[in-house]
């Protein structure tokens, strides 16, 4: 069963997260002091109403962990059932939903209390539930099954059970209720008339679409697509897809900050969370976290987000107040500042360095970075005074060096490519050519990578993205398939020695000839000929000869004949 952790076979230890590398200086990227051990393998992670609280599910260790928000601690570690992966809040904060994926239930949990008041079956491998908003009702996936659930909360028992197709996992519901939207990861998003409890919409996203996102007002729809590590972006008036945004390795959770204005994105495989700007489609930052990032929520007031760290078993607190919160010391970087009581705002300065203010309302401000060098302070000054809302990190442009293996297939592949270079932590985007990388890891001296597919072959210039900038100046070829037409002679005796001409196409880059997987000494003559010499052999009889190189490989017909006795 799909789950939303990476695969991991032995838990890690709860350690705090050690500040990351940016630019010309450390940056911490969480709040000091707050990461906060949980349990096992911790996924989903929820707040309640107000954001007083946190619920995080520990997979590993079947409990839910309750964080106090105010203090960052955890008051309480609730024992469940087997593999509970996510807790669904009722809109007054009374009623927590535990699905237990591995026993097929839901859990009722008193948030007073944090006792479970009753265990409700749901079928096989339930993942998440959402709570409609007048409290009535919950609507849980099943991912080992075709079904969502449908639970009367008055009475905890299914009342409905709603055909969806295979692989239910993230469920959300539209602010007035009229809806749920399930991700299925056979391929595809399903559309829930609450009304009727009927499917009147499937919506085609990208590959493996697995969690979900409404902005506050309900317009937009976010959608984490794990095969292809994009987010896709549905328009809910028309359901269609309006735009598609690439991350870094296999996303999972995503979540909505309370002014619409970004979207954050758990990437479990980079260890990062991308920020996505909602008006223009892009990633504006990819922020360093813990091990595993899975669960994520952002406070109700857009300063803080907490990130689940599944294989540290911690759960981190990162600052949102400014953001992004690095960028390049020729400035020009369009930054949100949020906080309180910031109306009437008459200067924002990084550092010494006066901001142009663009945009202000009382909890945010959107200024154009000056130029600056180093890590400053950011200060807002209104009517009330001045004070200190986060910190900005100049980075340094980045520079590449190096690309190894330089070539690889014009369809793709899943082969790990390791950019070298310097400043490159942070990176936001891998293009080759027109194509975009998938980013797997990152450090401040390489980028490593996955290539996707290319129009056809060649070789084309590879592009990092960081806050600081763009660089260039490496090639990456992207080669065809290579073809055998003809081994000549196809025949030759077991002590091998015999020296044949391999007639094909795409035979160049050619970098290894085996016969019947013996490596044999060869020459390039064209790209369409190679001449090879047969290694020995321990008996007689046909044997494949396999070319191989970065698009893979391909082979022909020999035949090892005995030699004459006496």
Known sequence: MFAFTPNVSVPAQDIPVPAQARGSGLRADFVAGAVIPVGVLPQGLTLSPGGARAYVANRGSNTVSVIDTVTDTVTATIPTGAGPSFVAISPDGTRGYVVVADDGLVSVLDTATNAILTNIPVGAGPAMAAVTPDGTRVYVTQQAGTTVSVIDTATDTVTDTIPVGAGGTGVVITPDGTRAYVALFSGSVGVIDTATNTVTASLTAGDVPILLALTPDGTRLYVTNAGSSTVSVIDTATNAVTATIGVSAQPRFLAVSPDGAHVYVANSSPDTVSVIDTATHTVVENIGVGDGPTGLAVFPDGTRAYVGNSNAGTVGVLATTVIPDQGSTAGRATVTVTGHHLAN??????????????????????????????????????????????TFYYVPPPALTGISPASGPVAGSDQEIVITGRNLAGAIDVYFGATRAVIQSVSDGQVTVRAAGAPGPGGVAVTVTTAGGRAQGLTYTYVSPSTITDVSPNTGP?????????????????????????????????????????????????????????AGTSTGPFTYVDGPEI
């Open 494 to 550: 077991t002590s091998g020695g015999t020296v044949v001409t391999i007639t094909g196409s795409n035979l160049a880059a050619t970098d290894q000839v085996t016969f019947n997987g013996t490596t044999a000494p060869f020459e390039v003559i064209s790209d369409t000929t190679l001449s090879a010499t047969s290694p020995p052999s321990g008996a007689a009889g046909p044997v494949d000869v396999m070319v191989s190189g970065p």
């Open 345 to 390: 705002a008459t200067a924002v300065r990084f550092g010494t360095a006066q901001a142009a203010i663009t945009a202000n309302t009382d909890t945010s401000l959107t200024v154009t970075g000056p130029a600056g060098s180093g890590v400053v302070p950011v200060t807002v000054t209104t009517p009330g005074g001045t004070g200190t809302l986060g």
